[in-house]
Each structure stands twice: as structure tokens, then as C-alpha cells.
């Protein structure tokens, strides 16, 4: 089987459905390295168990809103944003373990998204609306 190289942008071009991780690589048998498109609001989350990286590959730019104050998803509804990432392309940010955030996008952007294996992309909102169980095989 021949070695090939992932094009970011192509394979972002290629999904049609916002907030719809998909696998396409797994770093040290640890982390999983997954592309999506996203655009308008997401839901406030955290990771309890891991850091979560952001690069925007194509579009955007778009927000990462961070409420460090808040320990749940409803308590960040409540308080409200405190701080404000803007990406645009080229651009990186790693959410620190545990930190409620919510990712926004007024124009369509691609995102590559580097995070452990069998993370939610909910984070501990592991049954909303949007959770999609991403996996290994590129299969969700």
C-alpha cells in the first residue's frame, strides 16, 4: 500500500454537513485527527480529559469563546463568555483541558481538530442534539 498525503483543504471541501467531525488520521495510537466544516453557534462544552486543537484549514475566520469562570456547560449559558479566540486560516489554538468553550462561525470555515481518541465532540454533553460518535476508521 503506497504512503499518500491528506490535502486539508480538498478533504474539507468534501464534507457537506457543518458540525459533523470527521476521522482522518490517529497520532501515537492517542489522539485522533479529525477535519469538519462548521458555521453558525455551537454548543458551550469541555473536555474534561484532554486539550482540544484548532486550525483553521479554509474559510472563516471564525470564534472560539472561552468562559474561564464556568465548571458546566449551563453555567457558561449563564456567565457568558470572558475571553475570545479569533482563527483565521493558518491560524492554531489548543483549549486547555476542562475550559468550557464554544466554537462560531459567521461565514463557513474548515477546521482540523487534533484531540484524544473517543473524544466527544460534545465534550461532556454526550447526548445533544449534535454529538457525533466519530469513528477510528473515518466512520461516524
Known amino acids: 500500500m503506497p504512503f499518500e498525503p491528506t490535502n486539508l483543504p480538498d478533504r474539507v471541501k468534501q464534507i457537506d454537513k457543518h458540525w459533523?467531525?470527521?476521522h482522518i488520521a490517529t497520532l501515537n495510537n492517542s489522539h485522533s485527527i479529525k477535519i469538519a466544516t462548521i458555521k453558525g453557534d455551537f454548543v458551550w462544552h469541555s473536555h474534561p480529559d484532554t486539550d482540544e486543537l484548532f486550525y483553521c484549514v479554509s474559510?472563516?475566520?471564525f470564534?472560539?469563546?472561552l468562559c474561564t469562570a464556568a465548571k458546566s456547560p449551563e453555567e457558561a449559558e449563564q456567565?457568558?463568555?470572558d475571553?475570545?479566540?479569533t482563527l483565521r486560516v493558518g491560524d492554531v489554538?489548543?483549549?486547555p483541558r476542562a475550559m468550557q468553550h464554544r466554537p462560531m462561525a459567521e461565514r463557513e470555515a474548515g477546521i482540523m481538530l487534533i484531540e484524544k481518541v473517543g473524544t466527544t465532540n460534545t465534550g461532556e454533553r454526550e447526548r445533544d442534539e449534535r454529538t457525533v460518535d466519530v469513528k477510528e476508521d473515518g466512520s461516524s
Do not use: M
Request: aromatic fraction near 6%; include cysteine; hydrophobic fraction near 30%.
Open 83 to 85: 475571553d475570545c479566540v
Open 93 to 95: 489554538f489548543c483549549v
Open 59 to 61: 474559510g472563516g475566520p
Open 20 to 22: 459533523h467531525p470527521q
Open 79 to 81: 456567565l457568558g463568555h
Open 63 to 65: 470564534n472560539i469563546e
